[in-house]
């Protein structure tokens, strides 16, 4: 069976304090990994998708990264507004299964 | 460009009566997933659709529950005969094509509340 791990599960930083998300996963034969933010009371948005080990996607503070075992989101001072909870998926064989890891909730303070 | 629409966003029912959730996709897009999140759990898939067609429904609890995405209208989660356990956020995802390529977008979600 898939399985995806977030570490940690809760993390806090100071706003300008850079820092790591990790993503691991147990997939056999892996198709993408996905990154989404989940505001409270709203549905997941969508980030990066990584296909394949050494990819790397950047979108303003954020990085991700994929290795054959885990992903990293890498996020460059972060300010307040970066807070959110960021979920990991894995899709194997066809696309549309997402398997979900429980999330990382971030919160930036001022 | 709106984006994945569903309603209601929220949905208090009691036990033993009937849920229905929709689910317009974004425009242009064909194809639409049904996960559930419990509270302390992470998104578990439920069910994929096309038009007219139940593509998986590996997720899908064996009882009480149904999905269908006509040809006209939005995708519909019924969920007969609900009970407490049923309480979690309902969200629905669509995307361009079934592929590798393809990026599934995620609707605001439906609360349901069995009282």
């Known amino acids: 069976e898939d399985q995806v791990t977030q570490s940690p599960e809760a993390l806090r930083l100071q706003e300008g304090e850079s820092s790591s998300l990790n993503c691991s996963y147990t997939?056999?034969?892996?198709?993408?990994l996905f990154w989404y933010r989940q505001d409270p009371g709203k549905g997941p948005e969508f980030l990066f998708t990584?296909?394949?080990a050494g990819e790397e996607k950047e979108k303003e503070r954020l990085k991700a990264t994929l290795t054959k075992k885990e992903s990293f989101l890498h996020i460059t001072a972060p300010k307040p507004e970066d807070s959110a909870t960021y979920l990991c998926?894995?899709?194997?064989?066809?696309?549309?299964?997402?398997?979900f890891g429980k999330g990382t909730l971030l919160t930036v303070n001022p | 460009n709106a984006g994945v629409m569903q309603n209601p966003r929220h949905l208090v029912r009691r036990r033993g009566q009937e849920a229905r959730l929709r689910c317009s996709p974004m425009?242009?897009?064909?194809?639409v997933y049904w996960y559930r999140q419990l509270p302390e759990e992470g998104l578990k898939f439920m069910v994929y659709?096309?038009?007219?067609?139940?593509?998986?429904e590996s997720g899908m609890p064996k009882e009480r529950f149904s999905a269908e995405f006509p040809k006209e209208g939005p995708s519909i989660l019924r969920i007969q005969q609900v009970v407490r356990g049923d309480s979690a956020a309902y969200f629905c995802?669509?995307?361009?094509?079934?592929?590798?390529?393809?990026?599934?977008?995620f609707g605001p979600g439906t609360r349901l509340t069995v009282t």
């Open positions: 995802a669509s995307s361009a094509r079934d592929g590798i390529f393809y990026e599934q977008y």
């Open positions: 997939v056999s034969g892996l198709r993408g």
């Open positions: 990584l296909y394949s």
């Open positions: 998926a894995v899709s194997r064989g066809s696309n549309y299964k997402l398997t």
């Open positions: 425009k242009g897009h064909s194809h």
């Open positions: 659709l096309q038009k007219e067609n139940i593509i998986d």
